[in-house]
Protein backbone atom coordinates (compact mmCIF):
# COMPACT_ATOMS: atom_id res chain seq x y z
CA UNK A 1 0.00 0.00 0.00
CA UNK A 2 1.65 3.54 -1.06
CA UNK A 3 0.76 6.47 1.20
CA UNK A 4 2.20 10.05 0.78
CA UNK A 5 4.69 11.65 2.78
CA UNK A 6 1.09 14.01 4.42
CA UNK A 7 -0.90 10.94 4.79
CA UNK A 8 2.09 9.41 6.58
CA UNK A 9 2.24 12.47 8.49
CA UNK A 10 -1.40 12.85 9.39
CA UNK A 11 -1.39 9.18 10.59
CA UNK A 12 0.98 10.08 13.40
CA UNK A 13 -0.83 13.20 13.87
CA UNK A 14 -4.11 11.57 15.03
CA UNK A 15 -5.01 9.39 18.13
CA UNK A 16 -5.42 5.89 16.75
CA UNK A 17 -8.78 5.25 19.36
CA UNK A 18 -10.25 8.46 19.49
CA UNK A 19 -9.29 9.97 15.86
CA UNK A 20 -8.74 13.22 16.64
CA UNK A 21 -5.71 15.81 15.99
CA UNK A 22 -2.81 15.58 18.49
CA UNK A 23 -2.17 19.55 17.29
CA UNK A 24 -3.81 22.55 16.50
CA UNK A 25 -5.89 22.32 13.51
CA UNK A 26 -3.73 25.22 12.52
CA UNK A 27 -0.48 23.62 12.86
CA UNK A 28 -1.37 20.64 11.12
CA UNK A 29 -3.35 22.55 8.04
CA UNK A 30 0.65 24.14 7.93
CA UNK A 31 2.23 20.98 8.55
CA UNK A 32 -0.06 19.26 5.52
CA UNK A 33 0.78 21.75 3.26
CA UNK A 34 4.57 21.67 3.65
CA UNK A 35 4.59 17.79 3.22
CA UNK A 36 2.69 17.97 -0.13
CA UNK A 37 5.56 20.80 -1.32
CA UNK A 38 8.24 18.12 0.27
CA UNK A 39 6.68 15.34 -1.55
CA UNK A 40 7.25 17.01 -4.73
CA UNK A 41 10.58 18.04 -3.76
CA UNK A 42 11.57 14.52 -2.71
CA UNK A 43 9.75 12.86 -5.97
CA UNK A 44 12.10 15.72 -8.40
CA UNK A 45 9.21 17.99 -9.30
CA UNK A 46 10.17 21.50 -7.85
CA UNK A 47 13.64 22.58 -6.13
CA UNK A 48 14.82 25.20 -4.02
CA UNK A 49 16.67 28.15 -6.37
CA UNK A 50 18.15 31.69 -5.36
CA UNK A 51 21.06 32.12 -3.30
CA UNK A 52 20.38 34.89 -0.62
CA UNK A 53 18.20 34.16 1.99
CA UNK A 54 15.24 36.30 1.04
CA UNK A 55 15.85 35.44 -2.60
CA UNK A 56 15.04 31.67 -2.12
CA UNK A 57 12.04 30.59 -3.75
CA UNK A 58 10.19 27.47 -4.71
CA UNK A 59 10.83 26.76 -8.71
CA UNK A 60 9.07 23.79 -10.74
CA UNK A 61 11.85 21.69 -12.14
CA UNK A 62 9.54 18.75 -13.96
CA UNK A 63 5.62 19.62 -14.67
CA UNK A 64 5.27 16.02 -15.83
CA UNK A 65 2.56 14.92 -13.25
CA UNK A 66 2.45 12.27 -10.95
CA UNK A 67 -1.04 10.30 -11.14
CA UNK A 68 -1.99 11.73 -8.09
CA UNK A 69 -5.05 14.10 -8.23
CA UNK A 70 -4.27 16.35 -5.22
CA UNK A 71 0.11 16.43 -5.72
CA UNK A 72 -1.18 17.27 -9.33
CA UNK A 73 -3.39 20.22 -8.45
CA UNK A 74 -0.50 21.46 -6.53
CA UNK A 75 2.46 21.12 -8.74
CA UNK A 76 0.12 22.42 -11.49
CA UNK A 77 -0.85 25.78 -9.82
CA UNK A 78 2.73 26.55 -8.56
CA UNK A 79 3.87 25.63 -12.12
CA UNK A 80 1.27 28.94 -13.31
CA UNK A 81 2.40 31.03 -10.45
CA UNK A 82 6.21 30.89 -11.26
CA UNK A 83 9.07 30.93 -8.58
CA UNK A 84 7.55 31.51 -5.19
CA UNK A 85 9.03 31.41 -1.34
CA UNK A 86 8.24 28.26 0.41
CA UNK A 87 6.31 30.51 3.34
CA UNK A 88 4.30 32.02 0.09
CA UNK A 89 3.39 28.58 -0.93
CA UNK A 90 2.40 27.58 3.07
CA UNK A 91 -0.26 30.25 2.90
CA UNK A 92 -1.78 29.38 -0.30
CA UNK A 93 -1.93 25.59 0.30
CA UNK A 94 -2.75 25.27 3.83
CA UNK A 95 -6.56 24.47 3.51
CA UNK A 96 -8.69 22.67 5.32
CA UNK A 97 -10.33 20.57 2.66
CA UNK A 98 -7.01 19.24 1.68
CA UNK A 99 -6.21 17.47 4.78
CA UNK A 100 -10.46 16.38 4.75
CA UNK A 101 -9.44 14.65 1.53
CA UNK A 102 -6.23 13.07 2.33
CA UNK A 103 -7.85 11.51 5.79
CA UNK A 104 -11.12 10.44 3.36
CA UNK A 105 -8.15 8.94 0.72
CA UNK A 106 -6.90 6.73 3.78
CA UNK A 107 -10.19 5.81 4.94
CA UNK A 108 -10.73 4.62 1.02
CA UNK A 109 -8.03 2.66 1.52
CA UNK A 110 -9.07 0.84 4.81
CA UNK A 111 -6.47 2.66 7.01
CA UNK A 112 -8.91 4.90 9.12
CA UNK A 113 -12.07 4.75 9.80
CA UNK A 114 -14.45 8.02 9.38
CA UNK A 115 -17.28 8.21 12.51
CA UNK A 116 -19.24 11.03 12.62
CA UNK A 117 -21.40 11.57 15.69
CA UNK A 118 -23.28 13.91 17.46
CA UNK A 119 -21.76 17.27 19.36
CA UNK A 120 -24.22 18.20 22.40
CA UNK A 121 -26.97 16.39 20.14
CA UNK A 122 -26.63 19.01 18.02
CA UNK A 123 -23.12 19.15 15.89
CA UNK A 124 -21.92 16.90 13.70
CA UNK A 125 -18.13 15.56 14.46
CA UNK A 126 -16.11 13.72 12.51
CA UNK A 127 -13.39 11.71 13.56
CA UNK A 128 -10.65 9.27 12.06
CA UNK A 129 -9.78 6.42 14.19
CA UNK A 130 -7.63 3.61 13.10
CA UNK A 131 -9.17 0.58 11.23
CA UNK A 132 -5.92 -1.34 9.82
CA UNK A 133 -2.76 -0.31 12.12
CA UNK A 134 -0.32 -1.87 9.96
CA UNK A 135 0.40 1.57 7.86
CA UNK A 136 1.41 3.80 10.54
CA UNK A 137 3.54 0.37 12.34
CA UNK A 138 5.63 0.64 9.37
CA UNK A 139 5.74 4.16 9.48
CA UNK A 140 6.87 4.39 13.04
CA UNK A 141 9.54 1.73 12.18
CA UNK A 142 11.22 3.40 9.82
CA UNK A 143 11.66 6.84 11.68
CA UNK A 144 12.66 5.24 14.50
CA UNK A 145 15.41 3.06 12.64
CA UNK A 146 16.23 6.30 10.71
CA UNK A 147 16.76 8.28 14.10
CA UNK A 148 18.05 5.25 15.15
CA UNK A 149 21.40 5.77 12.82
CA UNK A 150 20.17 3.67 10.26
CA UNK A 151 19.85 3.97 6.77
CA UNK A 152 16.81 5.63 5.56
CA UNK A 153 14.91 7.57 2.00
CA UNK A 154 14.75 10.75 1.58
CA UNK A 155 11.01 10.70 1.83
CA UNK A 156 11.54 9.21 5.65
CA UNK A 157 13.93 12.30 6.46
CA UNK A 158 11.16 14.96 5.33
CA UNK A 159 8.63 13.25 7.28
CA UNK A 160 11.11 13.32 10.59
CA UNK A 161 11.50 17.19 10.14
CA UNK A 162 8.09 17.64 9.47
CA UNK A 163 7.05 16.15 12.80
CA UNK A 164 9.56 18.73 14.42
CA UNK A 165 8.80 21.47 12.37
CA UNK A 166 4.97 21.00 13.11
CA UNK A 167 5.70 20.73 17.11
CA UNK A 168 4.36 16.99 17.09
CA UNK A 169 7.75 15.16 18.47
CA UNK A 170 6.63 15.30 22.03
CA UNK A 171 2.79 14.04 21.41
CA UNK A 172 3.74 11.55 18.73
CA UNK A 173 7.10 10.23 19.66
CA UNK A 174 7.29 10.79 23.48
CA UNK A 175 10.95 10.07 24.85
CA UNK A 176 12.41 10.43 21.80
CA UNK A 177 15.92 12.32 21.26
CA UNK A 178 14.09 15.68 20.07
CA UNK A 179 17.90 16.86 18.78
CA UNK A 180 17.76 14.12 16.07
CA UNK A 181 14.63 15.58 14.63
CA UNK A 182 15.99 18.72 14.99
CA UNK A 183 19.11 17.18 12.87
CA UNK A 184 16.30 16.03 10.15
CA UNK A 185 14.79 19.10 10.12
CA UNK A 186 17.80 21.23 9.30
CA UNK A 187 18.22 19.62 6.25
CA UNK A 188 22.03 18.02 7.92
CA UNK A 189 20.98 14.11 6.57
CA UNK A 190 22.00 14.57 3.52
CA UNK A 191 23.71 17.39 0.94
CA UNK A 192 22.29 18.34 -2.05
CA UNK A 193 18.84 20.16 -3.93
CA UNK A 194 16.46 17.38 -2.13
CA UNK A 195 17.75 18.00 1.31
CA UNK A 196 18.09 21.40 1.08
CA UNK A 197 14.67 22.08 -0.12
CA UNK A 198 12.94 20.01 2.27
CA UNK A 199 14.78 22.14 5.14
CA UNK A 200 13.41 25.24 3.87
CA UNK A 201 10.03 23.76 3.70
CA UNK A 202 10.67 23.08 7.28
CA UNK A 203 11.53 26.39 8.19
CA UNK A 204 9.04 27.81 6.44
CA UNK A 205 6.30 25.15 8.81
CA UNK A 206 8.03 25.93 11.65
CA UNK A 207 7.71 29.69 11.25
CA UNK A 208 4.13 29.53 10.65
CA UNK A 209 3.41 26.85 13.17
CA UNK A 210 5.25 28.83 15.65
CA UNK A 211 2.34 31.41 16.98
CA UNK A 212 -0.50 28.31 16.93
CA UNK A 213 -1.34 26.43 20.33
CA UNK A 214 -1.91 22.78 20.70
CA UNK A 215 1.91 21.84 19.41
CA UNK A 216 5.09 22.21 21.30
CA UNK A 217 6.45 24.80 19.84
CA UNK A 218 7.72 23.22 17.08
CA UNK A 219 9.45 21.41 19.25
CA UNK A 220 12.12 24.42 19.91
CA UNK A 221 14.85 26.31 18.22
Not at 46 to 52: M, S
Not at 129 to 138: I, L, Y
Not at 179 to 194: D, L, T, Y
Amino acid sequence: MTVTIAEELLLLAYSDDKGKPLIADSRLDHAVAGALLAELAVRGRVELTGRTLTGRKLTVRDPRPLRDELLDGVLNHMAERSDRSPSWWLQRLEKHDRRMRLLSRLAAMGVLREQRDKALGIFTVTTWPTAFPGVEVAVRQRVSAALAGAHHDERTAALIGLVHSAGLTRKAFPGADRRRFKHFAAGAWASGPVASTVASINSAVKASSSGGAGGDGGDGG
